[in-house]
């Protein structure tokens, strides 16, 4: 079955440290990428996503991913972390040809330390 | 800034009673989608949905399960007897197509569901 991995279940970077989150997706038809954020109590926030093109992809808040066809990866960066950025972090990706759902990994939760 | 809204936010219900958590999508969005998130768990996908029909369905989506436009508006899920498994987060999202240029989903707030 298609899946998402996020290796990292929990990472703790200082504030203005770079941060690095990991995310492999099974191999399929043409991905299509997401990062979504979500803060404690709160719904999901798209950061970024990748169809096509430039494989640097810049999202809001800072953050950026880079599509990696021949790692199936899609790791998402921020070169230096705030203390908002404490949240909890989904890739996503849906498989060209589908109807559209989303699969999503378990998530990484990030925390920023002061 | 347009937005995907559920209410209620917080449903707390006895095992066994039907509920139906109720979802307005963005206006001139097309397909709608149920997705839900037991704590501590990935989101998983359970239904999508347009014109009038379900497009896809995952093995969660079971016969206890519907989903409903009954306006333009609204889109709701209904629960016809819940288990205490049910409890968890609901999400609505919407696209505005399927197509890859567009196929950016919308999540709403969610709704938590808690099953006694």
């Known amino acids: 079955a298609q899946s998402v991995t996020q290796p990292d279940i929990h990472i703790t970077v200082s504030e203005g440290a770079s941060l690095e989150l990991r995310c492999n997706y099974s191999?399929?038809?043409?991905?299509?990428l997401f990062w979504y954020v979500q803060s404690p109590g709160q719904g999901l926030q798209l950061l970024l996503k990748?169809?096509?093109?430039?494989?640097l992809v810049q999202g809001i808040k800072g953050f950026e991913a880079e599509f990696k066809r021949s790692q199936s990866s899609f790791n998402l960066r921020k070169p230096s972390v705030h203390w908002s950025d404490a949240a909890e972090y989904f890739c996503?990706?849906?498989?060209?040809?589908?109807?559209?759902?989303?699969?999503f990994g378990k998530g990484t939760k990030l925390s920023v330390k002061p | 800034e347009p937005e995907v809204t559920q209410t209620p936010s917080h449903q707390v219900t006895q095992m066994g009673q039907e509920v139906i958590l109720r979802c307005v999508p963005i206006?001139?969005?097309?397909?709608f989608y149920w997705y839900r998130q037991i704590l501590g768990q990935k989101v998983e996908f359970l239904v999508s949905?347009?014109?009038?029909?379900?497009?896809?369905k995952s093995e969660i989506f079971d016969d206890q399960f519907s989903v409903e436009r009954p306006d333009g508006s609204n889109f709701t899920l209904k629960i016809r007897s819940t288990k205490l498994e049910d409890s968890a987060m609901y999400f609505c999202?919407?696209?505005?197509?399927?197509?890859?240029?567009?196929?950016?989903?919308?999540f709403g707030p969610g709704t938590r569901l808690t099953v006694l």
């Open positions: 191999y399929g038809a043409t991905p299509y």
């Open positions: 206006s001139n969005h097309l397909y």
């Open positions: 990748y169809f096509s093109g430039d494989t």
């Open positions: 999202a919407s696209s505005e197509a399927r197509t890859a240029s567009y196929n950016e989903q919308f």
């Open positions: 949905f347009y014109n009038n029909e379900i497009s896809e």
């Open positions: 996503a990706v849906r498989y060209g040809g589908s109807q559209g759902n989303l699969i």
